[in-house]
């Protein structure tokens, strides 16, 4: 409910996409050649539904370990549940400055940064699109395959790492204004790409070791 419902308007309208067209066969491509934007308060969203059923969530997790004699599968099952949507409200949190700078940028006049920041949204809109494709398919690793796959190029989007920044800037493509907005967006647009797909992987397609790795990995980033 969380990841199919709040989160999902959340993420989809920060980056002014419509769920139909999202859910549709269209090419993304063709899905991001307008420049419509879609008003959302991700701040608003958050306070009033997210961390509202997060909390329940999170109540429910506690009642059911406390009241019940689990089985250690069950109690993975609900740790790894725990773990995306924990995932899932930062993914949120995230979006909510990303949202603002392509709201900003669809405007603009600048056809490179436009660029740039539908690059961003389509990576993300990719691994959402899959993510749809999983939850209502009665084989979800097909499509759990594909999207780890964008999880190993999200560091691509960085294009501090890439260089791609530096050279847009020296071009005088873009100012150094723009440059810094795609760099901070770019940074924590890769961090939403590899969060999705490991939320994705804990809950279709649970595995301890990658549950440590996740782990790991944040404890590394702190």
Avoid: C
């Amino acid at each position: 409910r969380l990841l199919q419902n709040a989160a999902y308007i959340a993420i989809t309208h920060g980056l002014s996409v419509h769920r139909d067209d999202l859910e549709s066969g269209r090419d993304l491509k063709t899905v991001l050649e307008s420049r419509e934007t879609i008003p959302v308060d991700i701040e608003k969203l958050y306070a009033t539904k997210i961390k509202s059923i997060y909390s329940q969530i999170l109540e429910y997790a506690t009642r059911l370990q406390s009241d019940f004699a689990l089985e250690q599968d069950n109690i993975e099952t609900i740790r790894n549940i725990l773990i995306a949507d924990r995932m899932l409200v930062h993914i949120v949190k995230r979006m909510i400055p990303l949202h603002k700078n392509i709201v900003r940028f669809l405007s603009s006049n600048n056809h490179v940064i436009l660029h740039e920041y539908n690059m961003i949204r389509r990576k993300i809109l990719k691994v959402v699109r899959e993510i749809h494709l999983a939850s209502e398919s009665e084989h979800p690793l097909r499509h759990i395959r594909e999207i780890e796959k964008e999880r190993k190029q999200a560091e691509e989007l960085d294009v501090l790492i890439s260089g791609r920044v530096n050279q847009l800037v020296l071009d005088g493509e873009i100012t150094n204004e723009m440059a810094t907005s795609l760099m901070n967006d770019s940074d924590e647009a890769g961090k939403i790409v590899r969060d999705l797909v490991d939320i994705t992987t804990l809950l279709y397609y649970p595995r301890d070791k990658l549950m440590d790795q996740i782990e790991e990995e944040k404890l590394e980033s702190v």
